[in-house]
């Protein structure tokens, strides 16, 4: 399984970026699809989850600037950032739970990470 995780970029304060993250491979199902980031010297954190059925959960400093979505039949996630600040700078990778046949277990998977940079 890969998830290719792309539309990180440099962006000025106040600006927007959409990523996208798409699985692909032996996958059976997606149960919970997510973002999550690393900035210089901190500990990763999720930002944002999606599950299969819709419900989303956000971080407290990215809500109501931040909106994660799914494409089911894509097996693909967004994140859409909007009024970004200088502190939403970061590495920002990917992550889904999934399974690769009915009965089998739940796995984790990673994307490659994109560089989110905010400012002027």
């Known amino acids: 399984v890969q998830l290719q995780a792309s539309g990180g970029g440099l962006v000025q304060p106040g600006g927007s970026l959409r990523l996208s993250c798409a699985a692909s491979?032996?996958?059976?199902?997606?149960?919970?699809m997510g973002w999550y980031r690393q900035a210089p010297g901190k500990q990763r954190e999720l930002v944002a989850v999606?599950?299969?059925?819709?419900?989303?959960h956000y971080e407290d400093s990215v809500k109501g600037r931040f909106t994660i979505s799914r494409d089911n039949a894509k097996n693909t996630v967004y994140l859409q950032m909007n009024t970004l600040k200088p502190e939403d700078t970061a590495v920002y990778y990917c992550?889904?739970?999934?399974?690769?046949?009915?009965?089998?277990?739940?796995?984790?998977?990673w994307g490659q990470g994109t560089q989110v940079t905010v400012s002027s």
């Open positions: 992550n889904a739970a999934l399974f690769h046949s009915e009965y089998g277990n739940e796995y984790a998977y």
């Open positions: 491979g032996s996958i059976f199902s997606i149960n919970t």
């Open positions: 999606i599950t299969s059925g819709g419900i989303r």
